[in-house]
C-alpha cells in the first residue's frame, strides 16, 4: 500500500522559505510521476507541480503551474524515497495546506488534471504572516 507523509510546513514571514517534504512509503519511487497540490482556506484545491518519475530516460521533468514556478522547485530522491517542494520568496497568498500525490503517468502527462492522481498524503500547512 503506497503511502505519502507531508512534513515541513509552519509558519514563515513574507519573502522568507520553507521545504516541504513528502515521505513515501509502500513503493518503488522510481515508477511514479509525484504531484504537489495546495488548498487554501474557502478555495478549491489546485496544483502546483508534477515531477516525472525519469525511470526510463534517466533525467526527471518537473512542470509547474500559475505563479509559483519562478519561486517553488520540486525534487525527488529516489534513495531516500522522498519528494521535495522548496518554497521561497513566499507571500501571504501561499497560505495553504500542502499535499503531494502519485501521478497517474511517470511523464506527467495531464498533470493539471487533479482527479487522476492517487494515494494522496494528509497536508501540512503552511501560514505566510507577518
Known amino acids: 500500500q503506497v503511502q ?6 509552519g509558519l514563515v514571514q513574507p519573502g522568507g522559505s520553507l521545504r516541504l517534504s513528502c515521505a513515501v512509503s509502500g513503493a518503488t519511487l522510481e515508477d511514479y510521476s509525484f ?3 495546495r488548498q487554501a482556506p474557502g478555495k478549491e484545491r489546485e496544483v502546483i507541480s508534477c ?3 525519469g525511470k526510463y530516460s534517466g533525467e526527471v521533468t ?5 505563479d ?3 519561486r517553488f522547485t520540486v525534487s525527488r530522491d529516489n534513495a531516500n ?9 513566499l507571500k501571504p497568498e501561499d497560505t495553504a ?5 502519485t501521478g497517474q503517468y511517470r511523464s506527467c502527462s ?3 488534471y487533479i482527479p487522476s492522481y492517487s494515494n494522496w498524503g494528509q497536508g501540512t500547512r503552511v501560514t505566510v504572516s507577518s
Open 4 to 9: 505519502l507523509v507531508e512534513s515541513g510546513g
Open 35 to 37: 504531484g504537489w497540490f
Open 51 to 53: 515531477i516525472t518519475s
Open 62 to 66: 518537473p512542470y509547474y503551474m500559475g
Open 68 to 70: 509559483v514556478k519562478d
Open 81 to 89: 524515497n522522498a519528494v521535495y517542494l522548496d518554497m521561497t520568496s
Open 97 to 101: 495546506d500542502y499535499y503531494c500525490a
Open 110 to 112: 495531464g498533470f493539471a
